[in-house]
């Protein structure tokens, strides 16, 4: 593009995150920096019949430079909207936030989910661990939740998104190990399937975004209400009762307290015998080991989904916990961290120095289902560029850990790592004790309550929830 083809606009309004949009429509592009907070007319407002086939907006230096190419007849049209364009070429759009940058050139390592990469070397091995976790976002045009609510979580499901996140990356070391890698466009395992096709977006997956939408209203949450970490770590636990296929144990920790022993009680799946029929699984296990006179390893054991919420701080977060936290990404049993900012959520999947390593759910896509094969599109589900990053110092102290041990010595190893790297503070991020304290109620394994519907069914009736317990949590307090 030459000089003369350009026209050099300015604007003195205000302005917000820009983003990259790349529209493969046969013919001519216009190409321009913009802003979305022009006024009438939108970035174009300037713009005359005989505006040349590109232009090019000068964004202000505080605010990172963004590219969005849009065809020609859109640009010499004062009319459009955001979002009429965004609709008509919603299956067309690549979208990436302004403040979007690649890793810098150092020879610092780069934890990702217990897995380390050195950056200069491994920068491609890096990127593909990244895009291989399933990436959720806002979605639009499913069925409504609830038949009458929402067809879109924009603007409140983004805690959700990221709880399904961390879920998934669970199921993915559940069903095919840490150490899988996703391919653009190669046959992936059946499991890999079936593990996508429990968050689809519709009430019948057992973690939709509907099902969640749904148990939250057990937690006090309305329907299109914004929820915390703790909030979705419950909905989580509950949700869990009704997956006989993955079939996981879900502990959430209380009073930043984590009990081994309930854990074990959880987790430690006993067969059936005369003798034991209608025992608890906590009464069975206690008097096996009573018999034996020693504790012993499970003859099954439930893999578990470890969940820990924390409050690290009270506006934001306290520095003593930083190195605690940064730990937390280093060990293998790692599933990230749900947190964010003030009602913007994000789903913490490593770091590197100071700078935490994120996935962003906040970009809208439209539904995706089932196709006649019975398989999922997944192109929209992995996010294929370089993540975003924050200082740890920006977090809001309202978190919550994600650790998943598949078997009993993944969580030995996980409590040594503990005691070992995180007991050791004088200010500590959170407890592990070996038994429950003396003024908490018994412990009482979760489980399903006692209904003739599947899962699905049962949570598409919020009067029913009533049969679960309303557990207390801490949500993201600052404004």
Known sequence: MTANQKSRLSSTNHWSSSFLCFFPTPGSLWELQFERGSGRGGAFAALSDSAPSSAELQVPGSLAAAVVKWPVELAQDDSWRMESVLSKYENQITIFADYLEEFPDTDELVWILGKQHLLKTEKSKLLSDISARLWFTYRRKFSPIGGTGPSSDAGWGCMLRCGQMMLAQALICRHLGRDWNWEKQKEQPKEYQ????????????????????????????????????????????????????????????????????????????????????????????????????????????????????????????????????????????????????????????????????????????????????????????????????????????????????????????????????????????????????????????????????TGAEFIDSTEQLEEFDLEEDFEILSV
């Open 194 to 453: 079936q593990i996508l096709q429990c968050f689809l977006d519709r009430k019948d997956c057992c973690y939709s975004i509907h099902q969640m939408a749904q148990m939250g209203v057990g937690e006090g949450k309305s329907i299109g209400e914004w929820f915390g970490p703790n909030t979705v770590a419950q909905v989580l636990k509950k949700l869990a009762l009704f997956d006989e296929w993955n079939s996981l144990a879900v502990y959430v920790s209380m009073d930043n307290t984590v009990v081994i022993e309930d854990i074990k009680k959880m987790c430690c799946v006993l067969p059936l015998s005369a003798d034991t029929v209608g025992e608890s699984p906590a009464d069975t296990l206690n008097a096996s080991n009573q018999s034996k006179g020693t504790p012993a390893g499970c003859p099954t054991w439930k893999p578990l989904l470890l969940i820990v919420p924390l409050r690290l701080g009270i506006n934001q977060i306290n520095p003593v916990y930083v190195d605690a936290f940064k730990e937390c990404f280093k060990m293998p049993q790692s599933l990230g961290a749900l947190g964010g900012k003030p009602n913007n959520a994000y789903y913490f999947i490593g770091f590197l120095g100071n700078e935490l390593i994120f996935l962003d759910p906040h970009t809208t896509q439209t539904f995706v289902d089932t196709e006649e094969n019975g398989t999922v599109d997944d192109q929209t589900f992995h996010c294929l560029q370089s993540p975003q990053r924050m200082n740890i110092l920006n977090l809001d102290p309202s978190v919550a850990l994600g650790f998943f041990c598949k078997e009993e010595k993944d969580f030995d190893s996980w409590c040594s790592l503990v005691q070992k790297e995180i007991l050791k503070e004088n200010l500590r991020m959170f407890e592990l004790v070996q038994k429950r304290p003396s003024h908490w109620p018994p412990f009482v394994p979760p489980a399903k309550p006692e209904v003739t519907t």
